[in-house]
């Protein structure tokens, strides 16, 4: 397996609603992150985990919360949302921090 | 913030020519690496080129670095309609694995 799944493939909430992104890999990856891209934008890193830890959170507000419950899976909980938060989420993965990131296929989320 | 600037911004032409796109960026680098983007989904990763590596050939790809002018370009040759989609640039520094990208260039090929 040789990819990275991503869940929903696209997000309608509101701004009161709470959900979660599911991003997954099973090719022994160490590493994973999330970016954020706006429309015509590049993507920009919102948080690494290294080896299950957070190793880096790029200032992102708190109702963006990041999990990683085992060395597969990489979850992003989202809670009172903004409009301007809507984007899409791209999930990466790379054997360790050093090495290529292998990119999921985004959920496209709007909050309205 | 974003360190790559490519240009340019938008490029057009047709199936069987070469496209060039020119990424810059600010700061010492360990790496630079090439994606496409097509249309709103993932990104695909091209190529990688290390800061002590000047030129580097994938298939119909080439890139060039030329770290003294903090620049790197990427050459498509021959392209195909299914080239079109944006191209990023993206470097990395130091001891993390932050990935920062150029603003990318979006490449349309027509038939």
């Known amino acids: 397996d040789t990819e990275v799944t991503q869940t929903p493939k696209h997000l309608v909430m509101g701004m009161t609603n709470k959900k979660s992104l599911k991003c997954e890999q099973h090719?022994?990856?160490?590493?994973m992150y999330w970016y954020k891209q706006k429309a015509k934008k590049p993507p920009e890193l919102m948080f690494v985990?290294?080896?299950?830890?957070?190793?880096i959170n790029e200032s992102v507000p708190s109702r963006f919360s990041p999990e990683c419950p085992n060395s597969s899976l990489l979850n992003l909980h989202l809670h009172a949302l903004q409009p301007e938060d809507s984007a899409l989420y791209l999930c990466?993965?790379?054997?360790?921090?050093?090495?290529?990131?292998?990119f999921g296929p985004g959920t496209r989320l709007l909050v309205l | 913030s974003q360190q790559g600037e490519e240009d340019p911004q938008a490029l057009s032409i047709q199936e069987g020519e070469n496209a060039t796109m020119n990424c810059s960026y600010k700061?010492?680098?360990?790496?630079l690496q090439w994606y496409r983007q097509n249309s709103g989904r993932g990104l695909v990763h091209l190529i990688l080129?290390?800061?002590?590596?000047r030129e580097k050939h994938s298939g119909r790809l080439r890139v060039t670095l030329d770290t003294s002018k903090k620049s790197s370009s990427l050459l498509i040759t021959a392209s195909r309609a299914a080239d079109t989609a944006s191209y990023f640039c993206?470097?990395?520094?130091?001891?993390?694995?932050?990935?920062?990208f150029g603003q990318g260039t979006t490449l349309q090929v027509k038939p």
């Open positions: 990466a993965s790379s054997q360790d921090w050093e090495k290529t990131q292998y």
């Open positions: 090719m022994g990856h160490r590493a």
């Open positions: 985990y290294s080896y299950e830890k957070l190793s």
């Open positions: 700061t010492s680098i360990n790496n």
């Open positions: 080129i290390r800061s002590n590596e």
């Open positions: 993206a470097t990395r520094s130091g001891n993390t694995g932050k990935l920062i």
